[in-house]
């Protein structure tokens, strides 16, 4: 199992970035797949995950509203659209694939991308 992430780089406070994992070894229509993100000398949080079983989308509180995740089902790829970045949106966000629970807990997930770098100036 393989992913890889893309899309991340540097963006002013109140910027958009588009992240996109691509995903091999398992289908992103039978697996649960979501994003998690971490700050250096932070644990690793969850951020949205999408569940196998129901396509259902779970958000963590703080990207309501500004993060939406999606999936591809024929490419095989998960998608993070953030809108209105804020600096602390600043971190090393990551793909990962497990099951996906409402808490978007990261302890449940099997496989990780190596992830990439969003930075938000502000």
């Known amino acids: 199992v393989q992913l890889v992430e893309s899309g991340g780089g540097v963006v002013r406070t109140g910027g958009s970035l588009r992240l996109t994992c691509a995903v091999s070894g398992v289908s992103v229509a039978h697996q649960g797949i979501g994003w998690f993100r971490q700050v250096l000398g932070k644990e690793r949080e969850g951020v949205s995950c999408?569940?196998?079983?129901?396509?259902?989308?779970y958000d963590k509180d703080f990207v309501k509203g500004r993060f939406t995740i999606s999936k591809d089902v024929a490419q095989n790829t998960l998608t993070l659209e953030m809108n209105d970045l804020q600096p602390e949106d600043t971190a090393v966000y990551y793909c990962a694939a497990g099951p996906c629970v409402p808490v978007v807990a990261t302890y449940f997930m099997d496989y990780w991308g190596k992830g990439i770098q969003v930075t938000v100036d502000s």
């Open positions: 999408i569940a196998a079983s129901t396509d259902k989308p």
